[in-house]
């Protein structure tokens, strides 16, 4: 509707003023120009901006709908079969697949553009690589949101629909079953997107958004679903019947545990001391995820294969998170024992490690006028990220237990957060797969490591699996 904005052109072209005295009765013609998706089906007015679910007298939406299934039940359907066929041949990278013995399919599903919503696809394939988040939802039974004459019978959403009848959990859930099915078409995430507009009105409207921030409240709405069910059916009891995930788990974030605290969650304990007096101040904050800076020394530095100065490392920008910091003037400290603010020191520690680390590099500062972007590439490990120095209690920790391999990674391509493009990389059954909406295609180790992360999700090491180091 919006990426090509073809159907857009004719809709424009179609609001020209007529001049002459039947201006009225042809404008009345004119007033609203429709365009349909030839995958779903579903109708469009520009002028509503909204999709149509109404048709005509005649039956004319209906009409072209099945003259478009006919299409696909006949030679149509086979041309694209064969386009398709030639397109896989081209895109398989067959010194990847060597060593399998055998060449394999390309069983990756990728995730149609809506309209600026790479953001969404990229943080989608992602969480869809994390194996034990995705396994869980995938095995949720399906909520029956329609009955009556609308069951069975596809919905054609539009934004002026109740909110009663909506379960993010459960389009969720269809999103994450749809991929990795091996299905060549791209898989397009309308529905997903609908229930993401009704819930979150921070990302209505087809602009860019950043995919951390959408990450963040695609998370935490999940979680406060889970908590209450849906239609009086409480998915929290699934995971307490699930024992590895909610055994020894006490980091909960706005009440109960979910599958999200279980596998995201981690516990920081906040220490804050008064230079004055010396009181130090004690506070265990529960996280999701760590927003790391990228330390000022390396703002500068553009590119990899830049000599000047050593490279920028994910362990400096955690070093640099977990330093012992003294705050500035206007973050003075209440100290309980002077009774006023005072000058303090701030340093983290990680009390508990959840099961996925997910880290966040702020690449986009605000100055006085614009947001800009550090585009410095951070070197981070693809297997062995150790995480016990940063610790509060190291010594607690078995061996093997504070090492992460990292399962996905997102990319923001462009120079501002309001433009550019997301992609993601993530690992599958010791592949790795390029996700750039959707076109998804193989690629190597080289290709991943050289990427300028934006957020990458690292996944504990089972004890029982090799003995890589740093």
């Known amino acids: 509707r919006y990426v090509n904005g073809h159907a857009k052109k004719h809709y424009e072209d179609a609001q020209i003023p007529i001049t002459n005295h039947k201006k009225t009765e042809k404008q009345e013609k004119v007033q609203h120009t429709v365009c349909m998706d030839c995958s779903s089906y579903s109708t469009y007015c520009y002028r509503c901006d909204d999709f149509v679910v109404n048709d005509t007298k ?14 696909e039940n006949s ?25 399998n013995g055998s060449t394999t399919a390309l069983c990756a599903t990728g995730l149609r553009n809506l309209g600026n919503t790479c953001f969404m696809n990229a943080i989608l394939q992602s969480l869809s690589n994390i194996q034990q988040f995705c396994c869980y939802f995938k095995e949720l039974p399906a909520v029956e949101l329609r009955n009556g004459k609308t069951a069975g019978r596809r919905t054609y959403h539009t934004r002026s629909q109740g909110d009663n009848n909506v379960s993010l959990v459960e389009e969720f859930r269809k999103t994450l079953c749809a991929l990795w099915q091996g299905s060549q078409t791209a898989f397009s995430p309308e529905s997903l997107f609908y229930v993401v507009w ?13 995919a951390h921030e959408f ?10 679903e889970l908590q209450g069910g849906f239609n009086g059916v409480s998915r929290s009891v699934i995971l307490q019947e699930n024992s590895s995930l909610s055994a020894s788990n006490k980091c909960c974030i706005n009440g109960a545990s979910t599958v999200v605290t279980a596998i995201f ?39 990899k294969n830049q000599e000047s100065g050593p490279m920028c490392t994910l362990r400096d920008c955690l070093r640099s998170f977990t330093d012992l910091e003294e705050l500035d003037e206007t973050e003075l400290y209440m100290c309980h024992k002077c009774k006023k603010k005072q000058k303090s020191t701030k340093k983290f520690w990680i009390q508990k490690l959840p099961k996925v680390l997910c880290l966040h590099l702020k690449r986009f500062h605000w100055t006085a006028y614009l947001r800009n972007k550090v585009d410095t590439y951070v070197e981070f490990p693809l297997r062995g990220l150790d995480m016990k120095c940063y610790l509060l209690e190291p010594e607690n920790s078995g061996p093997e237990s504070c090492l992460y391999d990292l399962a996905a990674v997102v990319v923001h391509h462009g120079s ?13 059954e010791g592949r790795w797969f390029h996700f750039n909406d959707s076109t998804v295609t193989l690629t190597d180790e080289e290709t991943v490591v050289k990427a300028k992360a934006y957020i990458l999700f690292y996944v504990e090491r089972q004890a029982k699996s090799g003995s890589d180091k740093l």
Do not use: W
């Open 416 to 428: 501002g957060v309001g433009s550019g493009h997301y992609t993601a990389y993530a690992a599958h």
């Open 75 to 99: 030679a149509f359907r086979s041309d694209r079969h064969r386009k398709r066929k030639l397109l896989e041949n081209s895109s398989l990278n067959s010194k990847l697949l060597k060593v």
């Open 215 to 224: 990450m963040r409240y695609l998370l935490d709405h999940l979680h406060l």
């Open 198 to 210: 009704k819930i979150m009105p921070n990302f209505r409207g087809y602009q860019q958004q950043d």
């Open 58 to 71: 005649l039956g004319l939406v209906q009409k072209v709908r099945e003259h478009l299934q006919n299409l």
């Open 265 to 303: 969650g981690g516990i920081l304990q906040n220490e804050v001391n008064c230079l004055i007096c010396g009181t130090e101040s004690r506070k265990f904050d529960p996280f999701l995820d760590l927003s790391l800076d990228i330390p000022s020394q390396f703002r500068n530095k553009r590119t």
